[in-house]
């Protein structure tokens, strides 16, 4: 690869990780619809990487509190909001983990395609604007409530549904409200890049690693610019909504659809 298609990927990833939109679909695009070659296993490890410690970063608070209560807990036996939260979290992963072991190979080769991105890119884009027209207003995650949502997760294995479009979906349907919404949706996003992540791994072994200068230039882009995705997503997301990012959806699958009809 040269360094335009490393800044321009790092960014995509770094700026579709986190909205409704579909990082893994817009990763895909560029080789598909340009002679750019395909990145690869590890620059995809890479720039999750480097997403993976914007989320880190944004809430090291948060992880930070986790950590410590869970430390006291042996002593105190005090079962705390944060012990709580991230059990939560940790439940609500697992049937993505599993689901994501087994059908990994299928999506590799059966899913990745322009077809198939373009249409669930419209077909979750609507999902989002229904689950949006009436949000919730609820800031409690309770255990049905997580746990439908990480079930609700294993849908983004498909290329083009944005693994937090269906979440924020989910969790909107569910009553809760658009911030605790994305919240919910980021943390969740921890461990299931971190099982993602060692699923590629077990692969790129295979592949080979290639130029590590550019798996960490490519890692810091992502991260910065995921980074400030999560702070202006959630600053923003009550009074924006979702709607420009449907909008954004059903343009993008208009496109697609045109170029492959074209084409």
Known sequence: MDWIQIIVLSLIQGVTEFLPISSSGHLILPAQLTDWPDQGLAFDIGVHAGTLFAVLWYFRLT??????????????????????????????????????????????AELRTVPVIATTTML??????????????????????????GS???????PGTSRSGITITAALLLGLSRTTA?????????????????????????????????????????????????????????????????????????ILFAVLLFS
């Open 63 to 108: 992880l930070t509190e986790m950590a410590v209560d869970f430390a006291r807990y042996p002593a105190n036996r005090l079962y705390t909001d944060q012990i709580d939260l991230a059990l939560k979290i940790g439940a609500s992963t697992i049937p993505i983990i599993i689901v994501g072991f087994f059908s990994r190979d299928f999506v590799a």
């Open 124 to 149: 979750f884009g609507l999902g989002l604007y229904w689950a949006d027209r009436y949000p919730g207003s609820s800031d409690l995650v309770d255990w049905r409530t997580a746990l439908l949502i």
């Open 152 to 158: 609700a997760q294993i849908l983004a294995l498909v």
């Open 182 to 254: 994305a919240r919910f949706s980021f943390l969740l996003a921890i461990p299931t890049i971190t099982g993602a992540q060692f699923l590629l791994s077990l692969d790129v072994l295979e592949e080979g690693v290639g130029n590590w200068r550019e798996l960490v230039s490519a890692a810091a882009l992502s991260g910065l610019s995921a980074y400030f995705c999560i702070h202006y997503f959630i600053a923003l997301v009550e009074r924006t909504g979702m709607l420009p990012y449907v909008i954004y959806r059903l343009l993008l699958g208009t």
